[in-house]
């Protein structure tokens, strides 16, 4: 996070820090990730059919986002820890890619954002595909993972120029 030119995350001698968010006002604050798999035809095809060898690829990817969201704290350092009111994670089939579409919505009543919940949901939703998929298909790519949008706390609302 940065407040004009300075980094919130370093102190004043440049030691990373956990930002103090104590004097912040609760508001609440949703953010939309988004990130793609691109992946042979025949292998989105058999995901949508249902017949990948690991069980329902969508549906435990959009488990796997979930869970993730819920514990990045544990996994990027000098992140809160968030009480999640809601994480929505929607995989839609491109046959223009072709591959997944993934968009993860996360949402809190807080005191920081949740970008940082959105964007990994949505990245290891996209790992997760990849796993369960790797068996048939490992030129998958994993590609386009950014933060779509962001609402709530004192930055205000971005939007992507291109975001739906």
């Known amino acids: 996070m940065a407040q004009g030119n300075k980094l919130t995350h370093l ?3 440049g030691a990373a ?18 990130g793609a798999v691109i992946m042979q035809a025949e292998t989105l095809e058999m995901i949508q059919s249902g017949s990948a060898k690991k069980g329902d690829v969508i549906a435990t990817a959009r488990i796997a986002g979930i869970m993730a969201a819920k514990k990045t704290h544990e996994l990027i350092p000098l992140c809160h820890p968030l009480a999640l009111s809601k994480v929505k994670i929607d995989i839609e089939p491109d046959a223009a890619l072709p591959g997944l579409q993934v968009r993860a919505m996360a949402k809190v009543s807080g005191q920081t954002g949740v970008e940082m919940e959105a964007l990994t949901a949505a990245t290891v939703a996209c790992l997760t595909i990849y796993d369960m998929a790797k068996a048939v298909d490992r030129a998958m790519t994993i590609t386009g ?4 949008e962001k609402s709530g706390g004192a930055s205000g609302t971005y939007r992507a120029d291109d975001a739906e």
Do not use: P, W
């Open 11 to 13: 102190d004043e001698t």
């Open 17 to 34: 820090n956990m930002v103090d968010v104590s004097d912040k006002d609760v508001t609440d604050r949703v953010a939309i990730a988004a």
């Open 145 to 148: 993972v950014r933060l779509l």
